[in-house]
């Protein structure tokens, strides 16, 4: 059952009378906002209020499920890497986004929800993945420009959330966010080497960034006057940054890096804007972004059916690590006898 914290076991106390019940969650609730109020961190075991607890399970989860899917578009290219090198770099990445996964997993569970019903989630539909792996990756310049820019929006997005007012996610989020800040390098590198070659390449690069761009422009989240959950995320301390502001500062962050590069970001209205210090650019697409979210994208059908697939064939994986486990639980038991 969801208990508020983890120690606290089935029937272990009598439920209190109503008025002190009431009184008892007035005075959690009043310890739970002055350590918001305070910016300190929330832990596991802390009595938390439902709607908190919730968002944080959808929100946790949902970045879970976005990093072991984003492993799909470039685990697609590890057999074609061009050369040893980078098909280890590629590797190297992918495993991580894995363990990204992992950790948020890990982090959601704290919260009471099992693993198997977030999967459950993920599997049936019901549950959200970021809408950019949803995209196919048509060239070996896709990789590079995933790691430029869609890592490179990830990083902006969770360089805040490792101030998250929940600890078990703001902790998990600085180790992630070292690692994809590897993977935002490596990505630029290899595109930054296809800038110095064939006319061909070059294309291959500028091909990639006019698919690539608006998508991940749109990663942020609606219009904050769209986003239903951002006021009350804001509040708690979870969101840190509007999606408005942080798609601003990632289009700030990298017109410089495209000029470097030596590409053109496919926008007629991309300029800077002396009076507000910042680059105005142009309409994104809400409908298509919408449309992608809620399962029509061009590869949502293939992406959920290929994690399906990989976690019924891994079945027999989890029952021999339970076997395993139990074995080995059972012959500590008889020594500790
Ligand atoms: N895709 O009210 P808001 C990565 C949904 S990890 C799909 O603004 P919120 C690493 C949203 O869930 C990328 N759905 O929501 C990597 C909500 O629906 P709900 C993932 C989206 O939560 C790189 C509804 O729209 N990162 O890239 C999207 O306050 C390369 C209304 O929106 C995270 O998950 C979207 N793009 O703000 C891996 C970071 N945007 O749940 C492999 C953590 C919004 O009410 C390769 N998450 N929606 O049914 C967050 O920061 C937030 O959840 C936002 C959305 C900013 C994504």
């Known amino acids: 059952m969801y208990t508020q914290s983890f120690n606290v076991q089935d029937g272990q106390a009598a439920a209190p009378a109503p008025a002190v019940a009431l009184a008892e969650n007035a005075a959690a609730q009043a310890k739970f906002d002055a350590k918001i109020n305070a910016d300190d961190k929330i832990e596991p075991q802390d009595w938390m209020p439902d709607n908190y607890r919730k968002t944080l399970v959808r929100q946790i989860s ?80 896709d990789v590079g420009v995933i790691g430029w820019l869609v890592d490179g929006a990830a990083i902006m997005n969770q360089i805040p959330l490792c101030r998250c007012s929940y600890g078990p996610y703001a902790r998990a989020m600085i180790r992630v966010c070292k690692e994809e800040s590897f993977h935002q390098r490596q990505g630029y590198e290899a595109l930054l080497v296809m800038m110095q070659g ?52 990632f289009v700030d962050a990298t017109v410089p890096q495209a000029k470097v590069l030596g590409i053109s970001l496919p926008d007629p209205d991309l300029k800077w804007n002396e009076q507000r ?21 061009p590869c949502n059908k293939e992406r959920l059916a290929t994690r399906v697939k990989a976690h019924n064939d891994g079945q027999w994986v989890r029952e021999a690590a339970l076997a395993y486990a139990s074995k080995h639980r059972a012959v500590a038991h008889k020594e500790a006898a």
């Not at 061909?200 to 422009?217: F, S």
């Not at 210090?277 to 994208?297: L, P, R, S």
């Open 62 to 141: 949902q970045h879970a499920h976005s990093e072991i899917v984003g492993m799909l578009p470039e685990g697609n290219w590890i057999s074609r890497a061009p050369s040893l090198k980078r098909k280890a770099i590629l590797i190297a990445k992918v495993q991580d986004e894995g363990g990204h996964g992992l950790y948020l997993y890990s982090a959601a569970e704290t919260l009471g929800t099992s693993r198997d019903q977030m999967l459950e989630g993920l599997h049936s539909g019901r549950a959200k993945y970021s809408s950019i792996f949803n995209y196919p990756t048509l060239t070996w310049a």
């Open 198 to 249: 064939t006319a061909a390449q070059k294309a291959m690069v500028q091909d990639a960034v006019n698919r690539w761009w608006w998508k991940c422009l749109a990663m942020f989240g609606p219009p904050d006057s769209d986003s239903p959950n951002s006021d009350q995320a804001m509040r708690w301390g979870i969101k840190r940054i509007s999606n408005d502001d942080l798609r601003q500062k």
């Open 277 to 297: 210090q910042h680059y105005d650019f142009g309409a994104i697409d809400w409908d298509e972004f919408w449309a992608t979210v809620n399962g029509n994208g």
